[in-house]
């Protein structure tokens, strides 16, 4: 079974390899998905990493506030997204 990781206050330089690298060592690692902004397609500076149970809460004692390329790590288990309404413009 897989569980769903936030990852927040990335550089923005991070790559989805950098990220994988940095969880691999508390599990495996299924997914890693960065978020960027449509429009300009730069990225977020959040995402989220799906990887196997057995590692998750050692990956976020371990990386829950910590230093990557200079920036301070959040890390947590994902909530479930919220249904947003939807709006039609006809």
């Known amino acids: 079974m897989t569980k769903s990781l936030y990852v ?3 550089p923005w330089s991070a790559t989805e390899d950098d990220v994988r690298d ?3 060592p508390y599990g ?3 997914s890693v998905k960065l978020v960027s902004d449509r429009e300009t397609g730069r990225a977020r500076g959040f995402g989220f990493v799906e990887m ?3 590692g998750v809460q050692a990956a976020v004692e371990a ?3 910590f230093s ?3 920036r301070n790590l959040k890390v947590n288990e994902a909530r479930p997204r919220e249904a947003r309404p939807s ?3 006809y």
Do not use: K, P
Request: charge should be negative; charged fraction near 20%.
């Open 28 to 30: 495996e690692v299924t």
């Open 52 to 54: 196997a149970s057995e």
């Open 63 to 65: 990386l829950d506030n």
């Open 68 to 70: 990557f390329s200079g």
């Open 22 to 24: 940095l969880f691999a």
């Open 87 to 89: 709006y039609s413009r």
């Open 8 to 10: 927040g206050n990335l």
